[in-house]
C-alpha cells in the first residue's frame, strides 16, 4: 500500500512550514526562501523507535507542582576532559542536548570519542551513531587516542535515523552521540538528508529521545563558509548548548567556546592543542599565547582578556605602512573591524597621530577572538609604537577600554588579570586609574601606571620607552 504523502513548504532560512509558497517568509522576513516539500507517513517501526520511552519516562513528563522541584540539582557526568567540563559549565547534564560545530578536521569527533571512552568507563553503554564513517575508521581513531577498556563503547554506521533509534531501545544507553545531524533522514520526508526539514525533523527527534530518557545527546554539526552552523536556525534553539570549536588546521591550538549554554556561563572557553595521540588540554593557556613575547619589539605588546572564570593574557601585533593606492587599508584579525576604526579615529584625533595615509594590520597571536574591550589600549599602543618605531620595554602590559572621548575607562575583572599578569612576571601595566584606586591587593613586582586618557597613556609609554 503506498504511504500517503501531502505538500508543504519549509523556510530554508528558520524552517517555518507553510500549506503554501509565499515570497517572503512571515516568520523570519527571508524572501524567496520557500522550498517545497513531501511529508509522508512514518511506517510502523520509525512509529515504534518514535515512541521509545519507557512508562518511568512517561511518568517523569507528567506536570508536577514548582514547589516540589529541586532547584540547580541537575545531575551531571564528568567527561573526562576538564576543559570540555569547563565549557560545559562543570559536565555534560543528564537529558540535555549539545552541539558542537566546527569546520572538517578540526577535531570535533576526536574530542567526542575521547569522552564517549571516559564516559563508558565510569558510568556505562555509549552508542556512538556515525553517518559519515565506517565503524573500522571509528575503531582506528579509537586505538588512537583512546586508553583503556572500551568494552561499553557502541558504534554503528547509519544514516536512518528511524534506525538509530531501534539501536538505542535495544541497547538503553548513557549517553548519545550523532555524528552529524546532515547526514541523518527520517522517513517522514521524502528530501534528502541535511535538507530544512530533515535536519528540523531529525533534531525534534533526537529531543524527545534525549528529554524521555534522561540521557545527553552529543550532535555535530557541519558549519557554512562562514563559519555558521548549516542548517536552520530553529536547531540551534532547540538545544541546550551550542559549542563551537575553532582554531587553524596548520596550528595545534584548538579552542572549544561556548555560544549558548543552560546550564553554565557562555563567555566561558577551552583550551587544547592537537598531538598524534589526540587533543590535550593546555593548563596555562596564558603562557602558550605568550611564548613569542619574550623580547621586545615595535608594534608588540601584551594585553588582558577575562574569558569565563579565569584570566588570559594575549600578544597583540601591529604593523603600520605607507598605503600606496586608494584608501588607507584597516586589517585586524581578532579584532572586530568597527572597533579598530574607532580605536584609530582616537588616535588621530586625541593623540595627533597621523595615520590617514597609512595602513594598518592588527593580529591577536594565536587565533583566539575575545570578546570584550579590555584590548583597546594595548592596540592603540601596539599601533603607536609600530607606527613610530618605539620599543616598549621587555615585560609590559596594557589593559583598559578607550572611549570616544579618549579617555579611559575601568574593566571589569580588573584585579583577577592584574594578578595573572603579576604571576606571569610582567614588570609593567598600564592600566585606567579608576581601576587602579579600585585594587584591594597591590602587586609586589608589578608596577602598576594609572593612565585617565590616550594622550596621557602615549606620553608615560614614550617616558618608560626611554628609560
Known amino acids: 500500500m503506498a504511504k500517503k504523502a501531502k505538500t508543504i513548504f519549509v523556510c530554508q532560512e528558520c524552517g517555518s512550514e507553510s500549506p503554501r509558497w509565499a515570497g517572503k517568509c512571515p516568520v523570519c522576513g527571508a524572501w524567496n526562501s520557500f522550498v517545497e516539500e513531501k511529508v509522508i507517513e512514518p511506517s510502523g517501526g520509525a512509529q515504534k523507535a518514535r515512541k521509545g520511552l519507557s512508562e518511568a519516562s512517561e511518568r517523569r513528563r507528567e506536570p508536577q507542582p514548582i514547589t516540589q522541584l529541586k532547584s540547580g ?76 577498556d572500551l568494552s561499553n563503547l557502541y558504534v554503528l554506521s547509519e544514516t536512518s535515523l528511524d534506525m538509530a533509534m531501534e539501536a ?6 548513557v549517553f548519545l552521540i550523532i ?40 550532535i555535530v554539526a557541519h558549519v557554512t563558509k562562514s563559519g555558521e552552523l548549516a542548517g536552520p536556525k530553529i536547531v540551534e534553539h532547540m538545544v541546550d548548548a551550542v559549542l563551537a570549536f575553532n582554531g587553524e588546521r596548520s596550528q595545534e591550538l584548538r579552542i572549544l567556546r561556548a555560544n549558548k549554554n543552560r546550564f553554565g556561563t557562555t563567555s566561558e572557553i577551552g583550551a587544547f ?47 603600520t605602512a605607507p598605503t600606496n593606492v586608494g584608501f588607507a587599508r584597516r586589517t585586524a584579525i581578532g579584532i572586530d573591524n568597527s572597533r579598530l576604526g574607532m580605536i584609530v579615529a582616537v588616535l588621530e584625533r586625541k593623540a595627533r597621530l597621523t595615520l590617514i595615509n597609512r ?29 613610530k618605531g618605539v620599543k616598549l620595554p621587555k615585560g ?39 581601576s587602579a584606586e579600585k585594587l584591594r591587593e597591590k602587586p609586589q613586582n608589578l608596577q602598576i601606571i594609572g593612565i585617565t586618557d590616550i594622550k596621557e597613556a602615549i606620553s608615560k609609554a614614550d617616558t618608560l620607552s626611554s628609560q
Not at 576538564?82 to 572538517?104: A, C, D, F, K, Q
Not at 541523518?184 to 533526537?206: F, H, K, W
Request: aromatic share 6%; with cysteine.
Open 73 to 148: 540539582q541537575a545531575t551531571r557526568l564528568d567527561t573526562g576532559i576538564g576543559e570540555l567540563n569547563r565549557v560545559l559549565g562543570g559536565g555534560l547534564v543528564e537529558g540535555s542536548l549539545t552541539l558542537i560545530s566546527g569546520e572538517p578536521g578540526i577535531g570535533k569527533s576526536t574530542i567526542i570519542i575521547q569522552a564517549a571512552a571516559y564516559i563508558s568507563q565510569h558510568y556505562g553503554k555509549v552508542l556512538y551513531v556515525s553517518g559519515e564513517e565506517s565503524e573500522e575508521q571509528i575503531k582506528m581513531r579509537a586505538d588512537r587516542v583512546c586508553k583503556g
Open 168 to 173: 538505542v531501545e535495544k541497547l538503553d544507553p
Open 179 to 218: 555524528d552529524s545531524i546532515q547526514t541523518m533522514y527520517t522517513e517522514d520526508y521524502e528530501s534528502s538528508p541535511g535538507s530544512v526539514s530533515q535536519v528540523r525533523a531529525c533534531g525534534n527527534i533526537l529531543m524527545n529521545i534525549g528529554k524521555g530518557r534522561n540521557i545527553p545527546v552529543f
Open 273 to 319: 592543542e592537537m598531538r598524534e595521540e589526540g587533543l590535550v588540554e593546555i593548563e596555562n593557556l596564558s603562557a602558550s599565547f605568550l611564548e613569542g613575547l619574550e623580547d621586545s619589539s615595535e608594534g608588540s605588546l601584551a594585553a588582558a582578556v577575562y574569558e569565563g572564570t579565569r584570566p588570559l593574557l594575549l600578544e597583540i601585533q601591529a604593523l
Open 359 to 387: 595602513d594598518i594590520f592588527v593580529n591577536i597571536v594565536g587565533g583566539l577572538r575575545p570578546e570584550g574591550t579590555s584590548t583597546d589600549l594595548a592596540v592603540a599602543l601596539a599601533i603607536w609604537s609600530g607606527e
Open 396 to 434: 609590559t602590559i596594557a589593559i583598559g577600554e578607550i572611549g570616544l572621548t579618549g579617555d579611559l575607562r575601568p574593566v571589569q575583572n580588573a584585579e583577577k588579570m592584574v594578578r595573572e599578569a603579576d604571576r606571569m612576571g610582567f614588570r609593567y601595566l598600564f592600566l585606567p586609574k579608576r
